[in-house]
């Protein structure tokens, strides 16, 4: 079971990240970086920026699970930077997300220090900016959908999080123990003392998921018993610099919705906001735009590639926390 978590998760420790570090074989998300890393250039533009700095700077909790190959920047040489323009793309050129395009930035991936910027400052903000969290969030999940990946989500807490949850076809249900908080080497030891168990989990995970849920709570409470067993070694305070550990009972069901779910639910969401009615194309669009004041003159439409692909996305939600 291979999951794609969203870089906001990442960078602010939030429970689907946690949770996807420990159940899952490997982890994908989009990392902010040079479109060409052995440009000497592009690495010293983006050096040049304090907001990168800091970006990287909080990621550095989880440089470990990068070494081990825990969490991954690309799938078979395929990174979603890719997948988070063409989102873009499909937002400035189809008519159904023309509700989202006064709040895209047109000139978001001209200049790649630009994008750097814009992005590390809305990572570490977690979020406030729609023109750029939308197409991440969208990216991702045509990144999962593209390579047959789970998407981690949260508990549906804001509007566009309910209706795409609502989108979702619910397929496997289950309710287990995983570190809610956590450093690097406290979830590389978890997921060593739970090895066999988190096997089997995900292959019975895998198999529910295909239509045979006939292992999966012999496999859920097997993992569940060798997690107490496990946990007290697991919560002990390794040294007095190391980060606090706490585990929590969540519930984490599996659905299959639309890859441009993401996309749907914002259009929704925004219409929702505006009072209900349909609004028409904003006179400001996504990227690309402000060069020519008609662009359905001189633009042709852009063919879906993804058009009726499907993802399944993986909803976590915490039930209890211990102590």
């Keep these: 079971m291979n999951l794609v978590v969203s870089p906001y998760h990442l960078t602010s420790r939030e429970l689907p990240a946690l949770a996807a570090l420990l159940l899952a074989e490997r982890v994908f998300t989009l990392v902010p970086a040079p479109a060409s890393p052995f440009d000497e250039e592009s690495v010293q533009s983006a050096a040049m920026s304090p907001h990168y700095r800091r970006f990287m700077e909080s990621w550095r909790w989880c440089e470990e699970l990068w070494r081990e190959g825990v969490l991954n920047a690309s799938f078979s040489g395929s990174a979603p930077v890719g997948d988070v323009m063409e989102s873009c793309a499909i937002i400035d050129r189809h008519e159904r997300y023309a509700d989202l395009r006064m709040l895209m930035r047109p000139t978001l991936f001209d200049s790649e220090h630009e994008y750097l910027t814009a992005i590390s400052i809305d990572l570490l903000r977690a ?185 399944v996305s993986m909803f976590v939600r915490p039930m209890a926390r211990r102590r």
């Design 127 to 311: 979020g406030p900016d729609p023109g750029i969290s939308i197409p991440i969030a969208a990216g991702l999940d045509r990144f999962a959908a593209r390579h047959r990946l789970i998407v981690a989500r949260p508990e549906p807490a804001s509007l566009v999080q309910q209706l795409e949850a609502r989108a979702a076809d619910r397929k496997v249900a289950i309710a287990i123990p995983v570190l809610s908080q956590s450093d690097a080497e406290t979830v590389l030891v978890a997921r060593e003392e739970l090895a066999t168990e988190l096997a089997e989990l995900r292959g019975a995970i895998a198999q529910a998921l295909s239509g045979d849920g006939s292992l999966l709570m012999a496999s859920a409470e097997a993992y569940t018993r060798a997690f107490a067993t496990a946990r007290d070694d697991l919560v002990r305070p390794r040294d007095r610099d190391s980060a606090r550990t706490i585990d929590a009972f969540v519930s984490i069901w599996f659905g299959e919705h639309a890859c441009d779910a993401a996309l749907r639910a914002s259009v929704d969401a925004a219409r929702s906001l505006q009072g209900g009615g349909k609004s028409g194309p904003s006179p400001r669009v996504g990227p690309g735009a402000g060069r020519s004041g008609n662009r359905e003159a001189v633009l042709p439409v852009l063919r879906e590639p993804m058009a009726g692909e499907r993802v």
